[in-house]
């Protein structure tokens, strides 16, 4: 390669992570999404939407609507499972509104979903790469992920991370007192996809309650005034309200609500930023009251091997200058 005076050595652009998102949005999941969005670092092959937070029809056309506010309409979004693989569908619309999006009015994207169903589009991105190239966030229940694998069992040795918000253990649950929402929205998903080798790590409430949208840290973000930064102040604005009237906290400034999805597309981009420890997890399914709990071992005598990993602490600071840079102006 000749560089001419004046001219900036050209140099072989870094691989960038292969990643699908599989998700439910949802404010949180938004933020993510903006996250993955505006970040250089991450080569987009599709967003998988899932019943969850709202109805998959709804969960696929916030994220149609994200995607045009991030001018991203080169992501297909395909549509997935409309409910649990036997739960009936629960939602948490007063967490997220009864659209999804918080305080943003729904309107109907002007791109469509792509026509295949969300587990077949999972099975050919990752099938077609090469093995452990394609990593999936996944930030709703995992009823999507379980039908993928169902349908191709080989998938669990080809895929690369599965780096799934879900999970309740040292700060309890918080759709139960046990369990956290998309372990509990569809617990037999969660099991079969802990069940077959994937390399799953799990950013359970542990960490997830650790990455919180501070007053400050809202308005740094509103501070940068591109539609994606303000996108994603209006998804925390929203449920700082919410969250205070549902679950309360004290009046302390490092407190406000935790913006649980970005973590797992924070991981992909910056595993630094996270504390994981190897164990083993298992899924209640059978017992009402405790429906949903994940019972992590981390003793390997006991546990015999330790296949997954369950994030104990996050850098807060560092997660929000991340989605800071991605809704920065792009120059
Ligand atoms: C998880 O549940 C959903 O309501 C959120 O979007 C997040 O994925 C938190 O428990
Ligand atoms: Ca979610």
Same mark, same amino acid.
């Given at each position: 390669?000749?560089?001419?005076?004046?001219?900036?050595?050209?140099?072989?652009?870094?691989?960038?992570?292969? !990643?699908?998102?599989?998700?439910?949005?949802?404010?949180?999941?938004?933020?993510?999404?903006?996250?993955?969005?505006?970040?250089?670092?991450? &080569?987009?092959?599709?967003?998988?939407?899932?019943?969850?937070?709202?109805?998959?029809? /709804?969960?696929?056309?916030?994220?149609?609507?994200?995607?045009?506010?991030?001018?991203?309409?080169?992501?297909?979004?395909?549509?997935?499972? &409309?409910?649990?693989?036997?739960? +009936?569908?629960?939602?948490?619309?007063?967490?997220?509104?009864?659209?999804? =999006?918080?305080? !943003?009015?729904?309107?109907?994207?002007?791109?469509?979903?792509?026509?295949?169903?969300?587990?077949?589009?999972?099975?050919?991105?990752?099938?077609?790469?090469?093995? /452990?190239?394609?990593?999936?966030?996944?930030?709703?229940?995992?009823?999507?992920?379980?039908?993928?694998?169902? /349908?191709?069992?080989?998938? *669990?040795?080809?895929?690369?991370?599965?780096?799934?918000?879900?999970?309740?253990?040292?700060?309890?649950?918080?759709?139960?007192?046990?369990?956290?929402?998309?372990?509990?929205?569809?617990?037999?998903?969660? *099991?079969?996809?802990?069940?077959?080798?994937?390399?799953?790590? =799990?950013?359970? !409430?542990?960490?997830?309650?650790?990455?919180?949208?501070?007053?400050?840290?809202?308005?740094?973000? +509103?501070?940068?005034?591109?539609?994606?930064?303000?996108?994603?102040?209006?998804?925390?604005?929203?449920?700082?309200?919410?969250?205070?009237?549902?679950?309360?906290?004290?009046?302390?400034?490092?407190?406000?609500?935790?913006?649980?999805?970005?973590?797992?597309?924070?991981? =992909?981009?910056?595993?630094?930023?996270?504390?994981? /420890?190897?164990?083993?997890?298992?899924?209640?399914?059978?017992?009402? !009251?405790?429906?949903?709990?994940?019972?992590?071992?981390?003793?390997?005598?006991?546990?015999?091997?330790?296949?997954?990993?369950?994030?104990?602490?996050? &850098?807060? &600071?560092?997660?929000?200058?991340?989605?800071?840079? *991605?809704?920065?102006?792009?120059?």
């Amino acid at each position: 390669m000749v560089a001419y005076p004046g001219e900036p050595l050209q140099t072989l652009p870094m691989t960038r992570q292969a !990643l699908i998102i599989d998700c439910d949005p949802g404010v949180d999941d938004a933020v993510a999404l903006m996250l993955a969005f505006g970040s250089g670092e991450l &080569d987009l092959l599709a967003i998988t939407a899932v019943g969850g937070n709202v109805p998959v029809t /709804k969960t696929a056309r916030n994220a149609r609507m994200l995607r045009q506010i991030a001018g991203r309409e080169d992501v297909p979004v395909f549509m997935g499972a &409309d409910r649990p693989l036997r739960r +009936e569908p629960a939602g948490a619309g007063e967490f997220h509104g009864a659209e999804g =999006l918080g305080d !943003l009015t729904p309107r109907e994207p002007d791109a469509p979903c792509a026509e295949e169903h969300a587990a077949d589009a999972i099975i050919d991105r990752v099938m077609n790469r090469p093995g /452990k190239s394609v990593a999936i966030a996944v930030l709703g229940p995992l009823t999507n992920v379980a039908l993928a694998l169902r /349908k191709a069992p080989e998938l *669990a040795e080809r895929l690369g991370p599965v780096a799934v918000m879900g999970g309740a253990r040292s700060e309890g649950g918080n759709i139960t007192a046990s369990a956290e929402f998309n372990i509990w929205a569809d617990p037999e998903a969660a *099991a079969e996809v802990l069940a077959t080798g994937c390399d799953v790590v =799990l950013f359970g !409430l542990d960490a997830t309650h650790q990455v919180r949208a501070t007053e400050a840290r809202i308005a740094a973000l +509103e501070a940068i005034g591109t539609p994606m930064a303000d996108t994603a102040a209006s998804m925390m604005r929203f449920s700082e309200r919410v969250e205070r009237r549902l679950v309360g906290w004290p009046s302390l400034p490092e407190w406000g609500p935790p913006v649980h999805d970005l973590c797992p597309v924070a991981w =992909l981009l910056r595993p630094d930023l996270f504390a994981l /420890k190897p164990c083993r997890i298992e899924v209640e399914t059978q017992s009402e !009251l405790t429906r949903g709990h994940t019972a992590v071992e981390f003793r390997q005598g006991v546990a015999g091997a330790l296949p997954h990993r369950w994030a104990v602490s996050a &850098d807060a &600071d560092g997660v929000f200058d991340l989605i800071a840079e *991605a809704c920065a102006p792009r120059g």
